[in-house]
């Protein structure tokens, strides 16, 4: 798996699962990512939610001796409306920075404009299955296989496990699979906070490890 899909796959379990829907009021979510112990990232979420569409937006970038040896950042929006319940992405916007190179992905219908490092490569067709940020953030449960894409590249996210906790909650296993058949496997635990249902912790393994906390929010 590329370093750049790497951080990528981190970017989409950092973010992964929360689940909402149409009528949610606007929350602020912040996350920290770690490496055993060792603090090596935080991410930042908004999400608008209102019956006529959505609004997300984020950023995450690593930190700590992380942010020394391998400095990397990442701003993402995406905006849509609802069909039959169901989030559709009508704009979305990535860009990467890492070691001194850029990406920026980017699209409006159903192409894909990539630009990388400056230069703009042709436009693309629209990956299969929802971009992440809108299916990950605005689904309605964990139970539900899915294709999701950042514009560009493609994963399988396998449901494996689905309970619900004792105290109240949501826990889930995903198997997430990428396009060279490369696999990681998250754990995620979930709670109702301010209407939506938030992670409050993942763990991953496999591919990628790592273990990431929400450690702060605000309701509007």
Not at 48 to 61: F, S
Not at 82 to 102: D, I, L
Not at 132 to 155: I, P, Q, T
Not at 190 to 206: D, H
């Amino acid at each position: 798996m590329s370093s750049l899909r790497q951080k990528c796959l981190i970017s989409i379990i950092a973010g992964v699962l929360v689940l909402s829907g149409p009528g949610a009021n606007a929350m602020l979510l912040d996350y920290a990512a770690y490496l055993g112990d060792t603090k090596v990232g935080e991410a930042q979420v908004s999400i608008d939610v209102a019956e006529t569409g959505y609004r997300i937006k984020g950023k995450a970038q690593s930190t700590g001796l992380m942010g020394l040896f391998s400095k990397w950042k990442s701003l993402f929006t995406t905006s849509g409306f609802f069909s039959f319940g169901k989030p559709v992405a009508s704009s979305y916007q990535v860009t990467e920075e890492a070691g001194g190179k850029n990406k920026h992905i980017e699209y409006a219908g159903d192409k894909v404009v990539v630009t990388k490092n400056g230069k703009r490569r042709n436009p693309m067709p629209l990956p299969a299955g929802t971009d992440f940020w809108s299916l990950l953030f605005l689904s309605e449960d964990c139970g539900e296989e899915r294709l999701v894409h950042d514009g560009k590249d493609l994963w399988q996210v396998k449901p494996r496990v689905s309970e619900e906790l004792p105290q109240g909650g949501q826990y889930c296993e995903f198997e997430v699979v990428d396009e060279d058949a490369e696999r990681s496997f998250a754990s995620v635990w979930l709670q109702q906070i301010g209407g939506l249902t938030v992670p409050v912790q993942v763990e991953l393994n496999g591919a990628m490890r790592g273990t990431f906390k929400l450690t702060d929010h605000a309701v509007d």
